[in-house]
């Protein structure tokens, strides 16, 4: 499974930012709807942290706590897409954004996933 992470930038204090994560590469018999999908984040000198999680049908979702609130994720299962929109953004939010999918289908984040995307750089500026 192939993820790519898109819209990443910069964004002053209090602002927002979309990211996407468009997936492929589907073994044969899985499709977009067989993973649930996830976003981590690492800021430098961090280790890799959860984000945020949805399941195949986008009806549970799990959040770190730091971003509740703030940050909602989806998808859309005929693009093939993930979402992850970030409100109210704050300079502690500043890191590579990675997205993420698992094998099982109610995964919420809670171990490591099967799938990592590349990362996309969000700079929050205070």
């Known amino acids: 499974v192939q993820l790519q992470a898109s819209g990443g930038g910069l964004v002053q204090a209090g602002g927002s930012l979309t990211l996407s994560c468009a997936a492929s590469g589907f073994p044969s018999g899985f499709s977009f709807s067989s993973y649930a999908m996830g976003w981590f984040r690492q800021a430098p000198g961090k280790e890799r942290e959860f984000v945020a999680a949805?399941?195949?049908?986008?009806?549970?979702?799990a959040y770190a706590d730091s971003v509740k609130g703030r940050f909602t994720i989806s998808r859309d299962n005929a693009k093939d897409t993930v979402f992850l929109q970030m409100n109210n953004l704050k300079p502690d939010d500043t890191a590579v954004y990675y997205c993420a999918a698992d094998q099982h289908p109610y995964w919420t984040g809670d171990s490591a996933p099967d799938y990592w995307g590349q990362g996309t750089q969000v700079t929050v500026s205070s």
């Open positions: 949805v399941i195949w049908s986008g009806v549970r979702k």
